[in-house]
């Protein structure tokens, strides 16, 4: 299966089960258009009306390369990893790499399009206590088998509302890694209103990553970022991210925003982030049912499309201004990449990683915490909702129907399983408009990334 479009002024071909990508000229890119239903004969009768300048000679050479790309398998090359889908997935059952500790399940924004109702889940308010979360990093350790590297996300609500349980927990886990052969990574997430300098002093000590949350222009922030006296937030919170980052060297964070109705333009949001300095940035298009104020229309969504056209010309301007920024969802690596493993089976929720609960409670994710048919257990008693985790575990790629035709499967690998329930009512469901999103950012993740491998001339 190929993929081929034009974007940049590229001809670009994907080879959708190789992972093979090529930037080809006008002739090269209808030929392979045309390879796998028509004969050589046809093809080259073909090249030949349409292209009277060109040699027959040249329009055969350029026929045969196609071929030889064919027979090295990096065209048309077969999916094989269809019968492997849930073999891979079974190597790593009952490891766990990864937890996200709802530290607080309360929030001192009052942000109307977030999707943990103003961080209290459904629920009522709460904080994590240091024996929760020390039993959390306990249940973690003993769950991660010989895996050495364990990831901690710190989050909420708003996790700075528990900030010394914060630290506590990250004392004791370095007090204990070394003879437990393991080694903490914590990231924390939070909306910068209670950041001061010894929240920097400690993250830039202790946190791998920071993801701080900024939706770009003062007056979209303050449109949704309120508190709970309907104050913007913009004005208290870029300062101390600007001192925040600095300190961070501008290393080892996200900006973090959410697009909505009332920003489809967000490429103006990413604007106004690089204007204030940052340029570590992530926006991501909100999740809301049909008909909520916040919600993407379809109009909205045309938009959208051209703005992630107009952010990947972006990029490669400031490249060759010399002032790059890294947008996390155009972050893709063509030598190297995902291994197959990830490719077909995702973020590994529900098996390698789980949210945990202020009372301890195990969700597949954060996006399932308050939904009681997901608890899949606590972190005394391990997992005992074997039937949703077997739902979970089973989840690949190739769980999802719709994506067997889908070109861009290996690289979103089935979609978030959370969107998917959510719009579908099943996790192998088919969040249609975060598909085509995607799609989109594939493809102009791909056209930077051939553009920066070629020069970017």
């Given amino acids: 299966m190929i993929h081929q479009y034009k974007l940049g002024g590229w001809n670009i071909v994907l080879d959708v089960c190789s992972g093979a990508v090529h930037a080809v000229d006008e002739v090269a890119y209808d030929i392979i258009g045309l390879f796998e239903e028509n004969s050589r004969e046809e093809v080259l009768a073909a090249m030949a009306e349409k292209y009277p300048q060109i040699s027959a000679g040249e329009l055969a050479e350029c026929y045969d390369q196609v071929q030889g790309l064919k027979d090295s398998g990096k065209l048309f090359a077969p ?67 010989t895996r050495r590297n364990l990831e901690v996300d710190f989050f909420g609500g708003e996790p700075l509302m528990n900030f010394q349980v914060v630290k506590d927990l990250v004392a004791y886990a370095r007090s204990i890694e070394k003879a437990k052969g393991k080694n903490f990574r914590f990231t924390l997430t939070t909306n910068g209103v209670l950041v001061d300098d010894d929240v920097i002093q400690w993250a830039n000590r202790e946190c791998h990553n920071v993801v701080l949350s900024l939706d770009g222009r003062k007056e979209i922030h303050d449109r949704y970022r309120v508190d709970y006296a ?124 789980m949210a945990v609960t202020p009372w301890g409670d195990l969700y597949p994710c954060h996006q399932f915490v308050g939904e009681e048919k997901f608890k899949l257990g606590d972190i005394w008693k391990g997992v005992t909702n074997a039937e949703i985790q077997g739902e979970f575990a089973a989840c690949n790629v190739y769980a999802h129907p719709e994506c067997r035709d889908c070109w861009a499967r290996l690289y979103c690998s089935g979609g978030c399983a959370a969107n998917a329930y959510h719009a579908t009512g099943s996790v192998t469901g088919v969040y249609e408009q975060g598909c085509r999103l995607f799609r989109k950012r594939m493809e102009c993740a791909i056209m930077v990334a051939v553009a920066r491998a070629l020069g970017n001339g």
């Fill in 79 to 145: 999916d094989t990893f269809a019968p492997m889908a849930g073999k891979l997935k079974e190597k790593s059952a009952g490891v766990v790499k990864a937890l996200c500790l709802h530290i607080a399940h309360t929030c001192n924004l009052n942000c109307s399009y977030c999707f943990a109702s103003q961080g209290k889940y459904h629920g009522e308010r709460a904080v994590m206590s240091f024996e929760v979360g020390k039993r959390a990093l306990e249940f973690l350790i003993e769950n991660s088998g």
């Fill in 230 to 353: 309907g104050n913007g937030s913009w004005e208290k919170i870029v300062p101390k991210f600007q001192k925040f980052v600095e300190a961070r060297e501008g290393k080892g964070y996200y900006m973090r925003g959410t697009f909505t109705h009332a920003n489809p333009d967000f490429l103006q949001d990413i604007q106004q982030m690089l204007d204030l300095g940052f340029s570590e940035l992530s926006m991501e298009p909100v999740v809301a049912a049909p008909g909520d104020p916040s919600a993407l229309t379809e109009e909205d969504l045309a938009i959208v499309m051209e703005q992630y056209e107009k952010l990947a010309e972006l990029m490669l301007q400031r490249d060759r201004e010399g002032k790059p920024f890294t947008f996390y969802h155009y972050m893709i690596d063509l030598t190297g990449g995902p291994c197959i493993y990830k490719r077909i089976s995702g973020c590994g929720s529900g098996t390698e990683y």
